[in-house]
């Protein structure tokens, strides 16, 4: 269960406000909070801010609509909401910024093995060989562990119950998704040229 940060002493209601500036600093408060958030803030969190009753989801669209033509926007994912630097501007941060350790760095062959996670988990490295014909390293495996975009799910049921990999909240994160039901089809992956075996791994 998350934990209780409500404050007690914020003046959630704010009735000396007229109502439109009363929206105002509500949408304020969201932006504040999303700002200082380094993961996806939840509606439930989202609500302790605003006023009882007050529509967390009306909000966060008159903020899209506010955040309109500036270089970030709010995206829905991972069963929450954060502030997030559009795609357009992604060769100007990594020509400025200290991005080295984020998601840029990942080869076609990592964001591969990724889509086989996301549609073959529970999956294991056998599972991995059988949809690219040899071995994943465990230096890859790894590397996106360390990410945590992948991490480990439950133990095979077969002999020696080898460990299965599973794809994270940051996975959804990272790709601006809000659930693993947001992937693309997998001819949309090809499409892009990235092949994903359609043959059913991992735990059967």
């Not at 490295?125 to 690219?132: L, P």
């Amino acid at each position: 269960m998350a934990k209780d940060r409500s404050d007690p002493e914020l003046d959630r209601e704010l009735p000396d406000l007229p109502p439109d500036l009363r929206w105002r600093e509500w949408m304020r408060r969201i932006e504040a909070v999303l700002f200082a958030s380094v993961s996806p803030v939840p509606r439930e969190d989202l609500a302790r801010v605003v006023g009882q009753g007050a529509s967390v989801d009306l909000l966060i669209e008159d903020l899209a609509t506010d955040l309109e033509g500036r270089a970030f926007e709010i995206a829905q994912v991972a069963g929450g909401w954060m502030l997030r630097t559009r795609p357009a501007y992604a060769r100007a941060i990594r020509a400025a910024a200290d991005v080295g350790d984020q998601l840029f760095d990942l080869s076609d062959f990592d964001v591969a093995v990724l889509a086989a996670v996301a549609y073959h988990q529970p999956i294991t490295r056998d599972g991995f060989k059988d949809i690219f014909g040899k071995e994943i390293s465990r230096d890859l495996i790894g590397r996106l562990h360390a990410r945590g975009l992948i991490g480990t799910g439950p133990r095979a049921p077969r002999r020696g119950a080898p460990h299965t990999f599973v794809t994270t909240a940051q996975f959804l994160v990272a790709f601006g998704l809000e659930s693993l039901r947001d992937l693309p089809d997998r001819e949309q992956l090809e499409d892009a040229g990235v092949y994903c075996d359609p043959r059913p791994t991992g735990i059967e």
